[in-house]
Each structure stands twice: as structure tokens, then as C-alpha cells.
């Protein structure tokens, strides 16, 4: 892409920054709290993009004057002091090209938003609810790295250890955005606990991540759920087993039921299973659109088949690998202690590279 063109797409991007910045100031719309609070994240989310365009102006001007000096000055110590210049700051273009183009790049409005983080033990009987509960305490550590919370909805545990599944509520800021890669089955190959001769055995969880749906995305009709109560079960002091504080719901429509044990409240109980539900009720629709780009970003599990194999963790070599990108590290014991951000850069990486094919900004 020319300079020139870079420059008119930011001029745009300027322009609509102004104009945002105007009416936030504007009576009519401060009394109008969703629209604020819209514009207001609009606003932010440019903020970067002005900012790198007075870099980029800067950087292009500068480069035109040393051109022009070389061109015309006739003094060889000018002519040589631009060209000094020159050399210095055409290194800067394209990685800030490069920088431009991603933030040009249209944001997916899921990313901001809280996730619902799933996890099941799959293939591998008592071996795979142990490498669940694996899974869960990683991205555990991971969350507290990140200062999320984290917020567990309803688990049933192994027999053994680990969990069976577990379901959990992520909060924080573009918590969806990040854990949306770890979508897939993750294969874990090491010896089980429950091994007498040493062998190497292959379990297997499946996650899923969801975006977590606010109540603007989904309309519940009161009509459409019906609710039941039961006691709770686990971990959770004298009221469990002897109040109906459980809840389950049925969305009557789609079939969709969710449950929530996790709080003595039933009131609370209620509100996270609601909670739940509208996610899952949105992620209905999300998943068409997720499935209508899966073909073209391949890389990204997140975007299409969440039944694929992303990841294998191999114990005795210390070794993981990420299939999507074909990238293998030798610190398994750092990342299952929560330390995934490099992975998860990669893969941002990898899906950018393959969104600005897309788009056609390259």
C-alpha cells in the first residue's frame, strides 16, 4: 500500500475521531447513557490509531524534506546530513506500515467482551479429567497474571482428580479476545498417575470459549424458560444438600439448559444460570458467523471447528505444540504455571496476518 493511501485512510479515521470527540461534548447525547457510553469506547478505540497517524505524517513529511535537500541543496554538508537522516528514517517506514495496517483492521465487537471458559475431560477416562483440571488451574494462573476474575458456574469432579467438566465466567478487560484461541481439544501425552508399568498414555480435553452475551444482545421472554430447583451437590458448607438453592434452566424454543449450584443463593443461582443462558442463546447466532469465515482463516480454531486438536502436551520431552501454527516451545512446566501470553501473541500474529489477506490491505 502507497503512503499516499495510508494517509487518506487515516485522514478518514481523523475525521471521524473529531467529529466523535464533538459529540460527546454534546448535551443531547450525554443524557443518552448507551450512546455515550458507545461513543465513549468508539473514542478510545482510535485513540491509538490518531496517534500512530501524527507518528506516520511526521515520519513521511521528514522523509520528503531530506529528499528535497538532497535533491536540491548545494551545500555538501547539508546534502550529506539528509542523507544521513534519510538512512535513518526509512527503516521506521514499513514496520509502521505494517503497525497501521493491523490497527486498520476492523474490530471484531466480541473481543471486549467477558467469556464463559468451558472445560471437559474427553478421551482418556480418569487420566483425562486429571489433565482437565490441569487445563483449568493454567488458565487459573493465567487470569490472575491478567488481574481478571474468575467466577466458576457449575463443575462435577473426577473420580480421581480434575474435573469432568467445569464451566467458569472470565471478567476483566478484552478477556474474549484473548482466550478465544484456546478453542479446540487440547491432547496431553505423558504417564497417568494411575500407570503401574511407566507407559505413555494420550488423554484429551476439549475447551470452549465463549463470548459472554449482555442483556442488550439477548432478549429473554419470561415465557420461553422454564426454571427447577434442586439441591446443590460438592463442596460448600451445611446449606449443600439440604436447600433447593440449585437452579436449572430450560430455553423452551432452542432446548438449550443450563444449571448453576456454585453460590448458597438461589437468588444468585438464578442470575448466573440467566446469565449463562443468554450467552449461550447468543453464541447460537455467533457461531454462524464463525463458521462463515472458518474456510478462510484456517489457523484459527477459535473461528471454526472447535472439535479440532489444537494443542498436544508432551510431559516426558517438556515439550507443547501448537498445531494451527506449527510452533513447538521445550517450557512445558512455565506454560501449565500460566504463562501463555507468548502463545497466544503468536497466534494474534498468525490471524492478523491472515485477516489483512482478507481485507485487502495488503
Known amino acids: 500500500m502507497s503512503s499516499n493511501l495510508i494517509l487518506d485512510k487515516l485522514e478518514g479515521v481523523n475525521t471521524r475521531f473529531i467529529e466523535v470527540g464533538r ?31 501524527k507518528a506516520y505524517k511526521d515520519l513521511i513529511s521528514n522523509i520528503a524534506s531530506a529528499k528535497d535537500i538532497i535533491a536540491t541543496e548545494k551545500d555538501e554538508e547539508m546534502r550529506e546530513m539528509a542523507k544521513n537522516e534519510l538512512d535513518e528514517l526509512m527503516p521506521r517506514v514499513d514496520p509502521m506500515e505494517e503497525e497501521i495496517k493491523i490497527l486498520l483492521l476492523p474490530a471484531d465487537p466480541q473481543d471486549d467482551k467477558n467469556a464463559i471458559l468451558e472445560i471437559r475431560a474427553g478421551t482418556g477416562g480418569d487420566e483425562a479429567s486429571i489433565f482437565a483440571g490441569d487445563l483449568f488451574r493454567m488458565y487459573s494462573k493465567f487470569c490472575e497474571q491478567k488481574g481478571w476474575r474468575i467466577e466458576i458456574s457449575t463443575m462435577t469432579e473426577g473420580t480421581v482428580g480434575g474435573f469432568k467438566e467445569i464451566i467458569a465466567e472470565v471478567k476483566g478487560e478484552g478477556v474474549y479476545g484473548i482466550l478465544k484461541y484456546e478453542s479446540g481439544v487440547h491432547r496431553v501425552q505423558r504417564v497417568p498417575q494411575t500407570e503401574t508399568q511407566g507407559r505413555v498414555h494420550t488423554s484429551a480435553a476439549s475447551v470452549v470459549v465463549l463470548p459472554e452475551a449482555e442483556e442488550v444482545d439477548v432478549e429473554l421472554k419470561q415465557e420461553d424458560i422454564r426454571i427447577d430447583r434442586f439441591c446443590s451437590s460438592g463442596p460448600g458448607g451445611q446449606s449443600v444438600n439440604t436447600t433447593y438453592s440449585a437452579v436449572r434452566l430450560t430455553h423452551i424454543p432452542s432446548g438449550v439448559v443450563v444449571s448453576c449450584q ?22 447460537l447466532e455467533y457461531q454462524k458467523y464463525l463458521n462463515s469465515i472458518s474456510s478462510r482463516r484456517k489457523t484459527m480454531v477459535s473461528t471454526g471447528d472447535r472439535s479440532a486438536k489444537i494443542r498436544t502436551y508432551n510431559y516426558p520431552q517438556g515439550r507443547l505444540t501448537d498445531h494451527r501454527i506449527n510452533y513447538t516451545v521445550y517450557n512445558l512446566p512455565a506454560i501449565l504455571d500460566g504463562n501463555i501470553q507468548e502463545l497466544i501473541d503468536r497466534l494474534q500474529m498468525a490471524e492478523n496476518a491472515e485477516r489483512l489477506k482478507e481485507n485487502a490491505v495488503v
Open 23 to 53: 459529540l460527546l461534548t454534546e448535551p443531547d447525547v450525554m443524557s443518552d447513557m448507551k450512546r455515550y457510553i458507545r461513543l465513549n469506547k468508539e473514542y478510545k478505540d482510535l485513540k491509538p490509531i490518531i496517534e500512530i497517524f
Open 262 to 283: 456454585d453460590q448458597k443463593s438461589q437468588l444468585k443461582n438464578l442470575e448466573k444460570a440467566m446469565n449463562e443462558l443468554r450467552t449461550r442463546l447468543y453464541n
